[in-house]
């Protein structure tokens, strides 16, 4: 929102939450969130056009629009509990905005939910005697976590779903022209509204399914002597193909990708349609696969036992240039290394206080160390898991001289220049291609 704000200096945002410190958080010079060249923006727009406020109610009344983006995490409880979307914070929002409107409003769901969530928005908002109108809207949200302020400033798309009818129409339009203050028009589609809801959890499963498309080849790889960047290169030269998304990993992270894929799957169950469900669980399956794969090999590669040895992680978060640590396989690996009674260090430059918190009680068993030289000091082995430049531009040399012999790195985002890393006296372990090593294999 900050962005659209700086885009639209003739409009006024107003970003509401409950959360006191959050709120506190967002106007002073420590952000709540890591996001590169959002800090800027922030105080571009600041005091200007953009504010803060906990006062919910008043500012609901105030507004023309209403963007919603409330959380919407897999429901733990009851019916469709670990796949259906828990909407109870939605419908909340929903009777609130009912609740304090004077006036009619155009509420825009920036959340992603399941299809059809709309209609039941529009039932509870459009129940109220007092001839007020809502326009309920889906505009989804594709932004990246790291890339967020590139993504929102040039979108490959800005998708916005309405109802057909004139005043659903109407809303669209003026959706499409706040926008068009700086997206290119070609690039702001309008479609109806389940399908702006639907294309939301389809562009996240179809990101999801290349990752774990070419992890499984991976796995095929490292029995074959193929190497998978060279085969991701190789296939996606082809244009239909396409190169994106085929870097091959520990797996996929983040708070969507699993969580929309499991969504798909619970609507696909719900809608009768159990072959397309069982198609779309495996994209999930597969990702659990690669993660415990990736710890198998340290474990078997460490003489099937790593109780006790000191193993260096580098990397909490999710992926680079955020502090994000939900789902991120670094935390799945660290656990599962944990259960084989491991003695890990983490370190990581950003995700230090997530990683702490997503591993409650587990954390007691951690050590986490800010210098990764410290962290990998007398370790048996080093776990590359989030592809952070930093870890790119350490001295390994050095590194390997500090650290318990036979040393071992396992790169799980394929960072390192691993001929390099072998020639210094490692034993690498890559992910899809051959393992480079200086053991008798017997
Ligand atoms: C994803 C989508 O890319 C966004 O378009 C979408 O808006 C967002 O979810 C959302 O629904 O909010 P995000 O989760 O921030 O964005 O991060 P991605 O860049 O998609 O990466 C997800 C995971 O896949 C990371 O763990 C990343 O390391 C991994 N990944 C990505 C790979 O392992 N290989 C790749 O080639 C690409």
Redo the contacts with the bound molecule.
């Keep these: 929102m900050p962005i659209v704000a700086s885009h639209c200096p003739q409009h006024r945002f107003v970003i509401v939450d409950i959360n006191e410190a959050r709120i506190a958080a967002w106007q002073s010079d420590k952000l709540p969130i890591y996001e590169p060249g959002l800090d800027e923006i922030v105080k571009k727009t600041l005091g200007k056009n953009l504010f803060f406020s906990t006062d919910v109610n008043k500012h609901i009344s105030e507004a023309d629009i209403i963007f919603v983006s409330v959380n919407t995490p897999t429901k733990v409880f009851g019916e469709g509990a670990g796949r259906a979307a828990d909407l109870q914070y939605w419908e909340k929002t929903a009777r609130q905005i009912l609740e304090n409107s004077i006036t009619s409003k155009i509420v825009v769901e920036k959340s992603?939910l399941p299809v059809r969530t709309a209609e039941a928005m529009e039932r509870i908002l459009n129940s109220n005697g007092n001839g007020l109108h809502f326009d309920v809207l889906s505009n989804p949200?594709?932004?990246?976590?790291?890339t967020a302020v590139r993504d929102m400033e040039e979108p490959d798309r800005v998708l916005i779903g309405g109802r057909t009818t004139e005043s659903g129409q109407r809303a669209v339009q003026t959706l499409v022209e706040l926008y068009a203050n700086w997206v290119p028009r070609e690039r702001i589609i309008t479609a109806n509204l389940w399908s702006s809801e639907l294309s939301k959890l389809v562009?996240?499963a179809f990101?999801a399914q290349r990752?774990s498309s070419i992890n499984s080849i991976s796995a095929l790889c490292e029995k074959t002597e193929a190497d998978v960047s060279e085969v991701a290169h190789a296939i996606g030269l082809d244009n239909r193909i396409g190169k994106y998304?085929?870097?091959s990993?520990v797996?996929?992270?983040?708070?969507?990708?699993k969580k929309?894929i499991l969504n798909l799957v619970y609507l696909c169950e719900h809608y009768g349609l159990p072959e397309v469900a069982r198609y779309w669980e495996q994209v999930v399956k597969m990702n659990e696969y690669q993660e415990m794969r990736f710890v198998s090999k340290m474990v078997s590669s460490m003489f099937n036992t790593v109780a006790g040895k000191r193993i260096a992680l580098f990397g909490a978060a999710?992926?680079a240039n955020t502090n994000d640590t939900r789902e991120s396989?670094a935390l799945e690996v660290c656990r599962a290394l944990l259960e084989e009674r491991a003695d890990i260090v983490i370190t990581d430059p950003q995700a230090m206080d997530n990683a702490r918190h997503d591993l409650g009680e587990l954390a007691k068993r951690v050590t986490f160390e800010a210098d990764p030289y410290a962290a990998a000091k007398e370790a048996h082995a080093i776990a590359i898991l989030t592809?952070w430049t930093q870890f790119k531009e350490l001295d390994y040399e050095k590194i390997y001289n500090s650290m318990i012999k036979p040393a071992f790195i396992f790169d799980g985002r394929n960072l390192i220049d691993h001929k390099k890393l072998y020639q210094l006296g490692f034993n690498v372990y890559p992910i899809g291609k051959p393992a480079l090593t200086h053991l008798q294999s017997h």
């Design positions: 992603t949200e594709f932004l990246a976590e790291g562009a996240n990101l990752i998304f085929l870097r990993s797996g996929f992270g983040g708070s969507c990708f929309d999710f992926k396989p592809e």
